[in-house]
């Protein structure tokens, strides 16, 4: 099983993709077992082929012939996103969803693309990296962050697609893809 994220959908009153119109969408593709999760763009289905980046440009493709604007997408298997959520370098358990959020990366990512950001500056706040992902650890919601601020910017994130769920997604994106 697969799990789709598109990238800036739903939010802030464009660019909507309605969910029902989505799996419609990916079971056209060919795709099983496809369900969606929240609104905020979260896909899961079972295929038969393409490997991640395939499938990610083929969902990309589809939902802009069909909604008539560009989505980026990234797609992972269940190993992946599981492996991501038990790596996670803070005390998942311990705190609230909306304190721990992960990045998840088109690509890897090297240390050299953070160097510029003083950690110390924003203490509390923390970040550390994993295989295409970033986990972020920002104790007063990611709205108030001023880290997540920073590691948003344009030159941190160039040449790669970079899109961010809270604790909450990732541990259900685990659980419907494993499924």
């Not at 899961?44 to 082929?49: D, I, L, R, T």
């Not at 493709?61 to 370098?89: M, N, Q, S, T, W």
Request: aromatic content about 8%; hydrophobic content about 40%.
């Amino acid at each position: 099983m697969y799990a789709a994220l598109l990238r800036g959908i739903n939010v802030g009153g464009g660019r909507k993709v309605p969910m029902a119109e989505l799996r419609t969408l990916l079971t056209g593709l060919g795709h099983g077992d496809v369900g969606t999760y929240l609104q905020s763009g979260q896909a899961v289905f079972s295929s038969a082929h393409g490997d991640e980046g395939s499938l990610a440009a083929e969902i990309a493709r589809a939902v802009e012939e069909h909604f008539g604007f560009g989505v980026d997408v990234i797609v992972r298997d269940h190993a992946y996103l599981k492996a991501i959520a038990e790596a996670c370098p803070y005390p998942a358990a311990d705190l609230e969803p909306r304190q721990l959020h992960v990045t998840y990366y088109s690509a890897p990512v090297s240390p050299e693309r953070f160097t510029e950001i003083d950690r110390a500056a924003y203490l509390p706040e923390e970040f550390s990296l994993g295989d295409r992902a970033l986990y972020l650890y920002a104790p007063n919601g990611l709205g108030r962050s001023k880290l997540a601020e920073h590691l948003s910017k344009p030159r941190i994130n160039k040449g790669i697609v970079a899109t961010t769920r809270n604790w909450n997604t990732v541990v259900k994106l685990v659980e419907l893809t494993g499924a």
